[in-house]
């Protein structure tokens, strides 16, 4: 079965600080991505990508960026994170680029901004 | 951009009953609909799915069906199950193919 993970779990961040979250997949897919979760909102996409090298922006991008450095790995960053970016992050993988794309879920990372 | 609505946001059943989640889009150039299932501590995991120029697919319990009309999708599921009690997504993929829009989800609770 197709296996995405991220790291870490659980994390703990300061108002200000840096943080970098990070997704594997060993699917070979192409197309990546990163959402939030948060209640009321469902999942909202914050970054993209079509390829090592790609990233794109998604709906909401803003305080957030994204690097994809091989086929394998894409990692989210926030430079400096706010208290409002307190949620759960997931990412994902893409199996058909193209209309009928199915995404392969990681377990999701939970990030509280104190 | 796309914006697609969920509803209920959640409900509760007793085992064996059916569950009825109806959702709605608002992009009419949106061809693909999947859907997907998070149970509790668990990752999404894709469930079932529609193009727009079908109406109706079915696989074991689940029923999906498609209006293009209206722009309405419903998912049926008969004889729940304790195992069934997750969070619903509903999705549609935009016409260019490389952004899927989800839903707020609907929490079912299917009491034994």
């Known amino acids: 079965e197709a296996a995405v993970t991220q790291s870490p779990r659980n994390k703990v961040a300061v108002t200000g600080g840096k943080v970098t979250l990070s997704c594997n997949q060993t699917n070979n897919h192409n197309n990546m991505y990163w959402y939030r979760q948060d209640t009321g909102h469902g999942l909202r996409l914050i970054h993209y990508s079509y390829g090592a090298g790609s990233t794109e922006k998604g709906d909401i991008p803003d305080g957030y960026k994204a690097s994809r450095p091989s086929q394998e790995n894409f990692s989210l960053i926030l430079e400096l994170a706010t208290p409002s970016q307190t949620s759960v992050y997931f990412c994902?993988?893409?199996?058909?680029?193209?209309?009928?794309?199915?995404?392969?879920f990681g377990h999701g990372t939970k990030l509280s901004v104190l | 951009g796309e914006q697609v609505e969920q509803l209920p946001s959640s409900l509760i059943v007793q085992e064996g009953a059916s569950v009825l989640i109806n959702c709605s889009y608002t992009?009419?150039?949106?061809?693909?609909f999947p859907w997907y299932k998070q149970e509790p501590g668990k990752r999404l995991q894709f469930i079932i799915d529609i193009r727009s120029n079908m109406e109706r697919k079915q696989t074991q319990r689940l029923t999906l069906l498609f209006d293009k009309k209206t722009k309405h999708l419903s998912l049926h599921i008969t004889a729940t199950q304790p195992g069934d009690s997750a969070i619903y997504f509903c999705?549609?993929?935009?016409?260019?193919?490389?952004?899927?829009?989800f839903g707020i989800g609907t929490r079912v609770l299917v009491r034994p």
């Open positions: 992009d009419s150039a949106s061809v693909y």
């Open positions: 999705s549609a993929t935009n016409s260019a193919g490389n952004k899927l829009t």
């Open positions: 994902a993988s893409g199996d058909a680029p193209g209309r009928n794309e199915r995404l392969f």
